[in-house]
């Protein structure tokens, strides 16, 4: 079964590649296998991730850019994420808007990801999603994340090239700083740059990056963009090539790897780990009756954990 | 010595209740047993989670309020998460501009807490921190999260009352109903509201609150402030008086600790499996060695955790 399915999404079958990422977004009992039949074919895709402050326009953006690869003959694979919505689940709105511009070419597979309560790793199953996309032959795989948070951001570090996009005045470069993305970019793009305040925002952004501390010597480009426009996307998209073609060589795209390869293991493991625990006789139920204990302060939550790791 | 410096946060000696914080936020082996010093004494502060866009102005609301409270005679703890702060660790910018106008008062406690790496619980450690305030007898607790990310909204969900700030214009609302926050808002807080576009933002609001699917009763009010000028500043604490009233009666309360603490019993064992697991002899070493062997694509993630599994 899920041979058969691995081999209809390496073929590129839409309906497979959608039904493979459910999968390992639901976390079901077959997407340890899936993976392992899709990962020996990943490699080939250039994964970019964008992210940036809510309103600097990145879904425009994203869409421009996926034209720009299209025109050049790629096919392109789009993941938003949208962590932060527990209860409705996903971007519904966001996504109606984009298939009208995208969503009737074949090459081009949109897709949302929201979290599905607290078990599935949002992280681990985005970057599932994404080895997907890159074997079923791929050659961009965008992922566009909605917050700004500490997910957010450790699913934009998993990509090939991270892309930071910031928008002239309301303070968005100082949070910005604080947002802690500033060391994550390895571009940035002013977008909306036909607002006052552009030079402004370049030259702060500027002075920002000169005070950041990375690890490599690579020196993040500023590409100015009006995405409505249209304006900038070629520049973007080589300034994108640039860094991918720069950390592809040598020592640097392993070491890159490499921490992304333990941070997915970490996740992995700690998923795993809990899922373990919970799927113990018992263990479940004896976790919802320590919340009420603890809701109702019988006992501590610190106590609470010991007693349900004696237990099982 | 645990003992000792329980007895010192619980009188609120401030050296005290900042060391305790850094412990819980470090994840010191003394962590679990301070906090179970500390659990029987939390329950009499109000904790108020704070949350929104970045540019909304949520610092200096924030500021506006502790203010507020401390002209009544409350005693002020102020928790600002900036959970996305990797590399460098926290916002410091914000804290110093904070410190000039509320820092010199003995009866306001300001923190900032940031990412100490993947093993500490950004939202776990915070929710210990408020219970430290809480223990040392601050009347209010204040949770600033900077991002809108996953965590934050987290965060924010374990307060008593969760406070979603907009700005008119921007497009700000619709972000907020991607970022998911639209749910988890008790209070709606529509800040510089001397701007253009208030009544917009305000009717657009109602429209969107009037579509989310509320698990209570309760109807959200929206109150307009403009925080740099001390504006609705009273408006806001009343609002966040009623649904604290509201919420403590009966079942609604309960249901609501009940959640909360699952939520947290959730999190502290996450960390708790995945601390033992690498403890064990020789598993981080095994860990940084599978991540090469991902890295170099001589394993998939899936077999790598299974073979670390087995062998611990």
Redesign the interface.
Known sequence: MSHELVARLLKGEPRAIARSISMVEDGTEGS?DL??GV??K??NAVVIGITG???AGKSSLVDKLALFYRKRGDKIGIIAV???????GG?I??DRIRMQTLGLDPNVFIRSM??RG?LGG?ARATVDAVAILDAAGYDKVIVET????????EIVKTADVSVVVLVPG???D????????M?IGDVFVINKADREGVIRAEKELEALLSLA?RNDFWDPPIVKTVATESKGIEDLAGAIESFYEYQSTGEKG?ER??????????E???E???RD?LSNNGTAEM??D???E????RQ???????S??AKS
């Open positions: 340890p993976m392992k990962f020996p990943t490699g402050s809510p309103g949208d962590p932060s919505s527990p209860f409705s971007a709105l966001g929201a979290t607290k949002l909605v917050g700004v948070g500490q997910d957010e951001v309301m303070g968005d100082i949070q910005a700083i604080k947002a802690g993305i060391e501390h392993l790897r490499r921490s992304i390869a333990k941070w997915r293991l970490m992995l493991l700690q795993r780990l809990i625990m976790l919802e320590l919340a009420l603890v809701a109702e302060k501590d939550p610190y106590s609470a954990i010991e349900l790791l």
